[in-house]
């Protein structure tokens, strides 16, 4: 069992999703206390698929998920793209074995449900509170006050803002508003056994076209295969941020697409409607007690499905620091924002570039991304991302 150094101030993190979660294991396997404020009644065993890069499959390991996620993932063994209107191919990078000898570790396909309750398994009882919605956050130079909105209050030394896009520490922090990126996702979920073809071997697969494209990939211990759907959708309400729909709708929308992407949304059961949001990748997020991590800190689309993985990040940083840190904790956190922000920045531009090179027009453009997308996706080429190291000072 870590010990928890009773020298260092408790700290509060808000927010109990991966950012959050993740944030708590690494402070308590760095021996200090913590606390989780989730405002759910409970955690909803629910949820769509996520990509776990090496980058961030190295910490999960190194907070003792290596064996669970062999048991509830699948190992990817390429990303292979293609083409809108015959699903020609047009990429594809080796992951598999390759990719373990390359950077460290697997690339996962899990659902986001079973990475949540992986994160959940570390924490011992009591560490996260439900039912427990921050409202306001007061900051004084000997601590933090946070308040409910059951009129509750509760005293921490620091507090991780871990809650997401809408994070109401960040309004406090930073202030600035979420920012409709043009597009929208359906987002589904197939049995696995109706697309046979498809997945003999588990892998990612991307389909590009005019104004669109479509992920797909295997959760294999369900059965089941994760697809997203993006379009450009100029008119979209900017309040409005998900709505129920129809796989019919969905298939509406990339009607005279090739019909691997036909069967894919056509076998689905359900979906649901999600437009997409990021912020501003913008410094400013950390001060003497007070910092943010994951969505909540940079949000971004998830055209480099990035957004977890980002997080993991921050949440193995940000704990490295306060574990080497003085009792004023101050300094580290600003460290961790010195340190973090040229790397999210970079993976947030590059992802933002994404989503217009993924949507092209065909025409020039298009078949210029087209020819030189087989030697721009090698694993080799990926090393920024995936061989990148988020252990600072390396006390653990």
Same mark, same amino acid.
């Given at each position: ?150 009129? $509750? ?18 309004? $406090? ?10 597009? $929208? ?212």
């Amino acid at each position: 069992m870590t010990h928890i150094s009773t020298n260092r101030p408790r700290i509060a993190v808000i927010g109990g999703g991966i950012a959050g979660l993740t944030v708590a294991a690494s402070l308590l396997r760095a021996g200090i206390e913590c606390t989780v404020y989730e405002q759910a009644t409970v955690f909803a065993d629910a949820g769509a698929g996520i990509q776990l890069a090496p980058n961030s499959v190295r910490i999960l390991h190194r907070l003792g998920l290596a064996g669970a996620l062999e048991r509830r993932a699948t190992r990817a063994h390429a990303i292979e793209t293609r083409r809108w209107q015959d699903g020609a191919p047009l990429a594809r990078t080796e992951l598999g074995e390759t990719c373990v000898e390359r950077y460290g570790a697997p690339y996962y396909l899990i659902q986001r449900a079973d990475l949540h309750r992986s994160l959940l398994e570390l924490l011992p009882p009591g560490v996260v509170r439900h039912s427990a919605a921050c409202t306001a956050v007061e900051e004084r130079p000997d601590g933090v006050t946070l308040r409910f909105a059951d009129g $509750t209050s509760e005293e921490a030394g620091v507090v991780v803002g871990a809650d997401g896009i809408h994070s109401a520490l960040r309004n $406090t922090l930073v202030g600035d508003r979420p920012r409709f990126s043009g597009h $929208t996702v359906h987002r589904g979920l197939v049995a696995a056994d109706r697309l046979p073809s498809l997945f003999e071997v588990p892998k990612v697969l991307f389909w590009l076209g005019p104004n669109g494209h479509v992920t797909s990939y295997p959760i294999a211990p369900h059965g089941l295969v994760h697809f997203s759907a993006v379009i450009t959708s100029p008119e979209w309400d900017p309040e409005v941020w998900s709505a129920p729909s129809r796989p019919e709708e969905a298939a509406a929308a990339f009607a005279g697409w090739n019909t691997e992407v036909a069967e894919l949304i056509g076998a689905a059961e359900g979906t649901h409607h999600w437009a997409l949001f990021d912020r501003d990748c913008v410094g400013g997020w950390s001060t003497g007690r007070m910092t943010l991590a994951g969505d909540a800190a940079h949000p971004m689309v998830p055209y480099l499905s990035q957004g977890a993985n980002q997080a993991i990040e921050d949440a193995w940083v940000l704990a490295d620091l306060l574990s080497a840190a003085d009792p004023d904790p101050g300094p580290a956190l600003r460290r961790y924002e010195e340190l973090r922000l040229p790397r999210v920045r970079e993976v947030h531009r590059r992802s933002r570039e994404r989503g217009h090179e993924f949507h092209l027009p065909d025409g020039p453009r298009q078949r210029l991304r087209d020819r030189s997308m087989p030697t721009a996706e090698r694993l080799d080429d990926y090393a920024w991302l995936y061989g990148f190291e988020a252990a600072p000072v390396g006390s653990r």
